[in-house]
């Protein structure tokens, strides 16, 4: 059974930073471009980024929004994707959410995580 | 970008309604467009890839279709389960954009 599983959420301060979790089960991971997305409560769906698979580069692709701030990594060897998010605002406030491509270089999300809640608060 | 302008906002209907939810994207984009199912308090759930083609596991009473511009999503006789939040989304280019989405209530 594919299974995400984002971690690392929780309330933190304008201007700190905070790194999130997405650990996966079910799947090759390394085979897989993965995906983050953010819902701000009562909001819309929006796309934060993307990193491909090592296949393809490892390269990745940002929002306007968070570029320059987020970074996108992944371990192959733990089958972990990671958010590192930094010079937080109280506008990054949102649930975050983790995909799985359709493949290597695909920015599909055929499997979702259930979400990490982030507060960016004073 | 590529804005997704999706209609209606919400929409009542009853169960075994066919429904019907519209996408416009504002440049071309292929067929490259999702749709997800969003059910209140969970995590947004695929259902349609490339336009049309269906998810493993989700029930052929979704169907997806379009190419270019215009995208639509039916759902062919609603079921209790199937009211939700259904959003368009274009990965045609970066940045991934979605619809504002659509609150299918109950009338």
């Known amino acids: 059974e594919v299974q995400l599983v984002e971690s690392g959420g929780g309330l933190i301060q304008p201007g700190r930073s905070l790194r999130l979790s997405c650990t996966v089960s079910g799947f090759t991971f390394g085979d897989y471009a993965m995906s983050w997305f953010r819902q701000a409560p009562g909001k819309g769906l929006d796309w934060v980024g993307f990193?491909?698979?090592?296949?393809?580069?490892?390269?990745?692709e940002y929002a306007a929004s968070v570029k320059g701030r987020f970074t996108i990594s992944r371990d192959d060897s733990k089958s972990i994707a990671y958010l590192q998010m930094n010079s937080l605002k109280t506008e990054d406030t949102a649930v975050y959410y983790c995909?799985?491509?359709?493949?290597?270089?695909?920015?599909?999300?055929?499997?979702w995580g259930q979400g990490t809640l982030v507060t960016v608060s004073s | 970008d590529i804005q997704m302008t999706q209609s209606p906002s919400s929409l009542s209907a009853s169960v075994g309604d066919r429904v019907t939810i519209t996408c416009r994207a504002s440049?071309?984009?292929?067929?490259?467009v999702a749709w997800f199912q969003q059910r209140p308090g969970k995590a947004p759930k695929s259902l349609i890839y490339?336009?049309?083609s269906l998810q493993s596991g989700v029930p052929s009473k979704f169907s997806g279709s379009g190419s270019g511009t215009d995208f639509t999503l039916t759902i062919s006789s609603l079921q209790p389960e199937d009211f939700a939040t259904y959003y368009c989304?274009?990965?045609?280019?970066?940045?991934?954009?979605f619809g504002g989405g659509t609150k299918v209530e109950i009338k």
């Open positions: 995909t799985r491509g359709h493949g290597g270089n695909s920015v599909g999300s055929l499997d």
């Open positions: 990193i491909r698979s090592k296949a393809y580069g490892g390269t990745t």
């Open positions: 989304q274009q990965y045609n280019s970066f940045p991934l954009t």
């Open positions: 440049q071309g984009i292929s067929n490259n």
């Open positions: 490339a336009a049309s």
